[in-house]
């Protein structure tokens, strides 16, 4: 069974930057994929970034591309979203998800096995 724990959500004004943190244990962190999804108040969780590390790629959601960039340390078991150039409507609480293997359909919550309880991110304007 893989936990997830997510860390460095925070206030922020538009414009600045954030790093989140999402640390694996119970399972072999290279042979994971992963994802961050967000869920803002009253919206669905929608899907923010993955990183396909098995075969090295990485994908974004249009909203993010440009801005955020996600990226792994297995020597540390962490991966990470770098977010830059925050907006207003990037506020939401932000999920780390894990699967041992997701396709092409990478951006759907259902390929995920296991998530982090979250980690809040407010940008006021």
């Known amino acids: 069974q893989v936990q997830l724990v997510e860390s460095g959500g925070g206030s922020v004004q538009a414009g600045g930057s954030l790093r989140l943190s999402c640390v694996a244990s119970?399972?072999?962190?290279?042979?994971?994929?992963f994802a961050w999804f967000r869920q803002a108040p009253g919206k669905e969780r929608e899907f923010v970034a993955a990183?396909?590390?098995?075969?090295?790629?990485?994908y974004y959601s249009d909203s993010v591309k440009d801005r955020f960039i996600i990226a792994r340390d297995n020597a540390k078991n962490t991966i990470y979203l770098q977010m830059n150039g925050l907006k207003p409507e990037d506020t939401a609480n932000y999920y780390c998800a894990a699967d041992p293997w997701i396709g092409s359909w990478f951006a759907e919550r259902i390929e995920y096995d296991y998530w982090g309880q979250g980690t809040q991110v407010t940008v006021s304007s």
């Open positions: 990183d396909r590390g098995k075969i090295g790629d990485t």
């Open positions: 119970g399972g072999t962190f290279s042979g994971l994929d």
